[in-house]
C-alpha cells in the first residue's frame, strides 16, 4: 500500500461510520414518530373507536356529546403532521442508504482494481526482472551427453558459466579452461531461455561422444 492509499482508506472507513451513525439516528427517529402515530391513533380508539374520518357532529348536526372532541381533533390532527414527517424520514432513510450502497460498491471496484494492480505489478516485477547480457550461445547439443542431461538447450544464451561471466569473459578459451579443470566437478550454469533466467548445474564427465560437455558453444557479439 502506497503512502496516498492508506489515508484515502482511512478516510473512506470515516465516511462510511459517519453515513451508518446518520441512517441509525434517522432509523430512531423513525421508530420515535410511528410510536407517536400509534399512542395518538390510541387515544381515538378510546374515544369510542372513533377513526379519522367519522364524523364530529350527531345526525341533527350538533357537536357529539359522547366524545372528547379537543382530544379527537388534537389526535387527528397530530396524526398527520406525523405522518407527513415519517414519509420525509423515510425518504431521508432511503437516499442515505442508496449512498450508502453506492459508495461501498465504488470502494469494491477501487479495492478490486487496486489488488489487481498491485498483482500485476508483482507478477511483472517476479516473472520479467532485468536480465543479464549474455555472452555465448549454444548453438548444439549432443543426446546423451552431460550438457543434455544437465537440461542445456539450443539456443540457450549463456550469462554464467562457471567462474566465466559477462565481465570476465574474453573468448571461448575461458570456458574451455573452466571445463578441463572441473571435470567431475560440478558448475552452475546460467542461461537465458526464451526470456526467462534458468539455472542449472553441469558436470563435465567424459562419456561416450567427444569431449567433456557433449554441446557447441559460440560466442555472442558484444
Known amino acids: 500500500m502506497s503512502g496516498e492509499e492508506a489515508p484515502r482508506k482511512a478516510e473512506s472507513s470515516e465516511a462510511r461510520a459517519a453515513a451508518v451513525s446518520d441512517i441509525q439516528e434517522l432509523m430512531r427517529r423513525k421508530e420515535e414518530i410511528e410510536a407517536q402515530i400509534k399512542a395518538n391513533y390510541d ?3 378510546s374515544q369510542k373507536g372513533i377513526g379519522m374520518n367519522e364524523p364530529l357532529v350527531d345526525c341533527e348536526g350538533y357537536p357529539r356529546a359522547d366524545v372528547d372532541l379537543y382530544q379527537v381533533r388534537t389526535a387527528r390532527h397530530n396524526i398527520i403532521c406525523l405522518q407527513n414527517d415519517h414519509k420525509a424520514v423515510m425518504k431521508q432513510v432511503e437516499e442515505a442508504l442508496h449512498q450508502l450502497h453506492a459508495r461501498d460498491k465504488e470502494k469494491q471496484a477501487r479495492d478490486m482494481a487496486e489488488a489487481q494492480e498491485e498483482a500485476m505489478s508483482r507478477r511483472l516485477g517476479s516473472s520479467n526482472p532485468t536480465l543479464p547480457q549474455a555472452f555465448a550461445k549454444v548453438n548444439s547439443i549432443s543426446p546423451g551427453s552431460p550438457a543434455s542431461i544437465a537440461g542445456l538447450q539450443v539456443d540457450d544464451e549463456i550469462v554464467e558459466f562457471g567462474s566465466v561471466n559477462t565481465q570476465n569473459f574474453q573468448s571461448l578459451q575461458n570456458v574451455g579452461s573452466v571445463v578441463q579443470h572441473s571435470e567431475g566437478k560440478p558448475l552452475n550454469v546460467t542461461v537465458i531461455r526464451r526470456g526467462e533466467r534458468h539455472q542449472l548445474r553441469l558436470t563435465p564427465t567424459r562419456w561416450a ?9 559460440i560466442p555472442l557479439q558484444r
Open 43 to 45: 387515544i381515538l380508539e
Open 209 to 217: 561422444g567427444k569431449g567433456l560437455l557433449g554441446c557447441n558453444i
